[in-house]
């Protein structure tokens, strides 16, 4: 028998709901994110998870994502946004996870910023495997993106078009497990994390992808992904809360 429970649909609920009475330590906004998800083979995902974390399936199927967007007036709570400090470019890869209690979160391999401070920053705090990088973007109806990984001279470019009505994703789709994710988990020291974000349901579009890359996920050590993703959609953004992290059996 496995020593974990794995995620219910009332597990997946409950989490977008903060306890009462928890204030949050950030605040954030997230706009026009392109995620960009590949079927990968669980036990392959289950390798690279410490102790304590378990691959989240979807039909029996891990799921790899890679998401670049931008982050728009960050600040801690009491404190006001500042310019440049406050906005910034990021691009994750990532993938779904449950801790033993069955609490669904996401796990990142690495995260690309062009704010060093930020980068410091999440780091030293929530002991997430940021990375400096270069990067610019274009937002208008055709968005365009791009990343160089600080030493790595590799140029991960996307490009892409929303379409459609915005439209929130139903419980028991593969749009509610994939985007629908309120924790993330960090480890250290053989210690596991969990820190909650808030938010609205993600409204989501079609995006007609011209151009994207698997650079991102080569460097988290996933090097065969198959050419095109299986699974493409934009979320235009909302306001997001930040909660401390906290340590889990």
Known sequence: MPDFV???????????????????????????LLFLHWIADREAIQRTLPDGLFCDTFAGTGWLGIVPFAMRN??????????????????NVRT????????????????????PL???IARLFFRLPYWHATMQATFDRTIGYECTRRGSGETAAYRWTPSGAPRT??????????????YLYAARGGRIFRGQVAHAPYEFQHAKV??????????????????????????PGFDVRIFRLENIP
Do not use: K
């Not at 995620?7 to 997230?30: L, S």
């Not at 996401?106 to 062009?114: E, H, K, Q, R």
């Not at 050419?227 to 979320?235: D, L, M, S």
């Open 210 to 235: 011209e151009t994207f890359s698997t650079i991102p996920a080569a460097q988290a050590g996933f090097d065969s992904l198959p050419a095109a993703p299986q699974h493409a959609v934009h979320a």
């Open 74 to 91: 960050i600040r801690p709570a009491g404190l006001p946004a500042v310019g440049p400090l406050s906005n910034f470019l990021e691009l």
């Open 6 to 32: 794995r995620p219910t649909a009332e597990a997946r609920e409950a989490a977008r709901h903060p306890a009462p009475g928890r204030r949050p330590v950030m605040f954030q906004r997230w706009e026009n």
């Open 96 to 115: 779904y996870v449950h801790d033993r209690n069955g609490t669904p979160g996401v796990w990142f391999y690495s995260l690309d910023c062009n704010q």
């Open 169 to 182: 994703a139903p419980p028991g789709s593969l749009e509610f497990f994939l985007l629908e994710r309120y």
């Open 118 to 120: 930020a980068v410091w």
